[in-house]
């Protein structure tokens, strides 16, 4: 069986052809990528109506891309999957068309996927890919959750931030730093040559004993000292700052996870989502897991972020299971999105 998948839910319009066998993993064929950030940079973030716009410029030529790649002729798809929330209604409304309408033309069903099981799922995209069940430490620019992830479907939230993102800390210090959208990465990188000793910022509900996160009082103590040095900060200044807040960040996100291991007792923890790419809560959490037997997996580095091969390998995983809810028939040409959808529910 072959599954075409379509990410549009924010700023990345993502295709991928995955193959999936009656026995054994599911197999990526192809897949084609476009991120908008250099568009929505000169805004600082991403700005919904030229989302939706760009999406619509790339998402046929990106299919055209995978279908060539693969050399797999369009008949040949059995199911067209595409992300039905959470994100932006208008971004995700691009994909939805596009993959409803494909699906009515060559008459086969469709299948909307939560872009968080997405994100969850994608380390089942590596060589080593992880076993059920783990604990799963999901970090995007929108979310931060532990969830114990028992199988494909079953999701127990642990604990999740109580304001901003993970992600959302990176990139919102990043930018008083005055570094481009999305900071994350710009944010690492400025820090490798930082010491991180050289401010002191705090750790938000460090020790509450649960898993639980909270990010929004770091970013004003980022705001404040920002302030403190003044209107013309040396770089290495800007890349101490850049240290001490990716550390902070780090240090609560390691811990909260080993806590939830310890909770749980399981043995496994798999880390999603953009900041899932960060050298070093990867250095830290490998290190942290190894000292207690615990087996860490990732994503590869470039499926961190948004991408079509997570769609289609989630849809593929629910295919195998018997699980997904297809949608076909005279009625397959109504669809909905979902951009608010907690993932407990998927
Ligand atoms: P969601 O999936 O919650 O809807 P999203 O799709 O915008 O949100 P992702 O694409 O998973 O989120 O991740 C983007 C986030 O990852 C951004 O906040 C970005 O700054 C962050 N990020 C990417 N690479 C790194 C890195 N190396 N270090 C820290 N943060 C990073
Ligand atoms: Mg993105
Ligand atoms: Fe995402």
Redesign the pocket.
Known sequence: MLVLGFES????TGVALVRVPEQGAPQLLAQALHSQISMHQAYGGVVPELASRDHIRRVLPLAREVLANSNTALAEIDVVAYTQG??LAGALLVGAGVAVALAAALEKPTLGIH??EG?LLSPFLSADAPEFPFVAL??????TQLMRVTEVGQYEILGETIDD????A??KS?KLLGLPY????H??RLAEGGDAAAFELPRPLLHSGKPDFSFAGLKTAVLTQVKRLGEAPTEQQKADLAAAT?AAIVEVLVKKSLLALKTTGLKRLVV????????L?REQLNAACARRGVRVHYPELSL???NGAMIAMAAAMRLQRGMAVLQTGPDAGGFEVRPRWPLGSA
């Not at 999901?138 to 979310?143: D, E, K, Q």
Request: proline share 7%; aromatic share 2%.
């Open positions: 839910s924010c700023d990345e959470p994100g872009h968080l994100h999901l970090v995007s620019g929108g979310h993102a993970a992600g959302e990176f990139d990043a999305p900071g994350g990465p944010l690492a990716q999603a989502g953009g900041v899932g790419a960060n050298r809560l961190c972020t948004d």
